[in-house]
Each structure stands twice: as structure tokens, then as C-alpha cells.
């Protein structure tokens, strides 16, 4: 349906470990393996010649792990990038990511969402890539409320800089997104400096808190100001407001965060034990919650 392209069916089979057994047709619900095809990926739907079927794209979760790939020259970094686009495309198990080249240590950064993503996807670049272990993704935010000054205040000659900004940093649930309040009143900071104010916040939490990870979770009220008829600008607002964010975060502290999943597994009980060890050396914390379900009667 993506390509409206047509595609023969070479037959249809169970896959057994490494054995295909041959059957007539699959209804909703079954898992079969279809050879041959030309131009199919993760996602499409198959139907009928001339077929209209309206699909809904999968959700693309945020990134949880970050990888360095690292290669012996820029040439490798061109095959690897184009190996994880293609896997990109064919297994969508980094297609939440942005890859991106690092000229200077000559490594691909990229991102995926599990462990075991990882370890599928491992094996795919072994002939062009030396691989690190994964990395969590890690953020931080402010641990309290902190009112804060930024001021900019430079003399060089000519047209100076000048800006003074009060806001009030205020934390909120992580995964919400960054709120910005306008609450100037009688002019204190005019109407064309606002923007770069946020502007700065935002590049400031983009480039990391104390701790050196990324800024999530602020609600940033801007209440108060100062500016000068000639020096003032909007770069220097937008420095003002950068340093006022990183006076806040230094003055309350703030707190590392890590992404954590929820997962429910099913297992026979026999199993207890190992499935537990498994989880606990993936730093898992068990809820306790272990329900058995007594064996079918004979």
C-alpha cells in the first residue's frame, strides 16, 4: 500500500528455528515468513491489486541508549552511516535516532531505544565497526524553585552590551514540555527582547546543566528586567537569559535523571530464579508482583 508497487507471492511458510514449513494461508494473527520480496519494509501493509487500506504509522519512541561507533578512518564512517540507514529502514530499531559524524574522533554516534536492540543490530555492523558499550541517555533538572538574576553588562568601546533579566525557575514533571511565562508589566524588558530571552533558556538547557546533561522539566517565569536605550539587543538578552538559567540551576542544584521501562514478563516458574538474575543485571528492580499460574490439568 506505501508503494502501490506489485509484489509476487513465492509461498508461504512457518518458520520453525531454522526449518520452513509450507502452508496454504494465514489468516489475522498468524506469523509467517514470505521470501523474495522486492521492495517491502517494516510497516507495509500487503493487500489486493487495486485495495485503498487507510494504516496509522507506529509510534517512534524517544531514544534510551546512545552507542559510539567507532571506525579507523572517514571512509569508514561513510559506510557506517549508510550501514545504519539501511538498518534504519529494515529493522526500525534505530529509526528514532539522528546519526551524526564526528570528523575529529571519527566515530558515529547513534541512538536506540533497548539493550537488546543493540545486540540485534550488533552483529548486522560487525565487518565495519568497532563498537563501545551503550551509554544511558541522562538529563537533569532543577531540584526547587530558585529566583535568579542574569545580567549582561560589557563596555568595549562604541555600542556596549547591556541586559538584565529576573526570572523564576521552577521544576516540573520531566517528560512535559519546557514552559516559558511572559509576566512583564510597564515595559521592564520590551516586547522585541522577550523572544531572545527564551531563545537563551533554551540553548542553555540544550547545552546542559551543571552535571553536563541536558535540561529537561523548567517552567521559567520572566518578571523583571533592565535594559538600556542604546546597548541593549537581543543578543545580549539572549545571553542575560542564558546566564540566568545557569545562576538558577547552580544556585538550587539539580537532580540526574535516567528514562526507566516498565516491563512484564511471562515465564514458567521453574525459571524464577535465572529470569530474575537476568533482570537484576540489567540494574531491573523487581516489583514483587510474581503471580504463578498453576499447570493445565491432565
Not at 501493509?45 to 531514544?63: F, I, M, W
Not at 536492540?117 to 541522562?138: F, I, K, W
Amino acid at each position: 500500500m506505501r508503494t502501490r508497487s506489485d509484489e509476487r507471492l513465492h509461498g508461504l511458510h512457518h518458520l520453525f528455528g531454522a526449518k520452513l514449513v509450507p502452508v496454504n494461508r494465514a489468516v489475522a494473527g498468524d506469523v509467517v515468513v514470505v521470501a523474495k520480496l522486492n521492495d517491502v519494509a517494516v510497516g507495509d501493509v500487503l493487500a489486493r491489486r487495486g485495495a485503498d487500506l487507510a494504516t496509522l504509522a507506529a509510534p517512534s519512541p524517544a531514544p534510551a541508549l546512545s552507542v559510539a561507533l567507532l571506525s579507523a578512518s572517514h571512509d569508514d564512517d561513510d559506510k557506517i552511516a549508510t550501514a545504519l540507514h539501511r538498518l534504519s529502514e529494515e529493522t526500525r530499531r534505530c529509526a528514532c535516532a539522528t546519526t551524526r559524524s564526528r570528523a575529529a574522533s571519527w566515530s558515529t554516534p547513534w541512538a536506540t531505544r533497548t539493550s537488546s536492540d543493540v545486540g540485534a543490530t550488533a552483529p548486522s555492523l560487525q565487518r565495519e565497526r568497532h563498537d563501545r558499550d551503550p551509554d544511558v541517555q541522562r538529563y537533569e533538572t532543577i531540584r526547587s524553585a530558585r529566583e535568579c538574576e542574569g545580567r549582561l553588562k560589557k563596555q568595549t568601546g562604541g555600542h556596549g552590551q547591556f541586559a538584565v533579566v529576573n526570572l523564576k525557575v521552577e521544576p516540573i514533571k520531566p517528560d512535559e514540555p519546557f514552559e516559558f511565562i511572559d509576566a512583564i508589566v510597564g515595559g521592564a524588558v520590551p516586547r522585541q527582547f522577550i523572544s531572545a530571552v527564551r531563545n537563551g533558556i533554551e540553548k542553555s538547557m540544550a547545552r546542559g546543566g551543571p552535571a553536563g546533561f541536558p535540561v529537561v522539566g523548567l517552567r521559567v517565569t520572566l518578571f523583571d528586567g533592565k535594559f538600556h536605550s542604546v546597548d541593549s539587543s537581543e543578543a545580549a538578552f539572549d545571553t542575560a537569559g542564558s546566564l540566568g538559567l545557569r545562576a538558577a540551576l547552580e544556585a538550587a542544584g539539580t537532580v540526574v535523571l535516567e528514562r526507566i521501562m516498565e516491563v512484564t514478563t511471562t515465564f514458567p516458574t521453574e525459571y524464577l530464579g535465572e529470569v530474575l538474575n537476568d533482570l537484576k543485571s540489567r540494574r531491573a528492580r523487581s516489583s514483587r508482583r510474581i503471580r504463578t499460574t498453576p499447570p493445565p490439568s491432565p
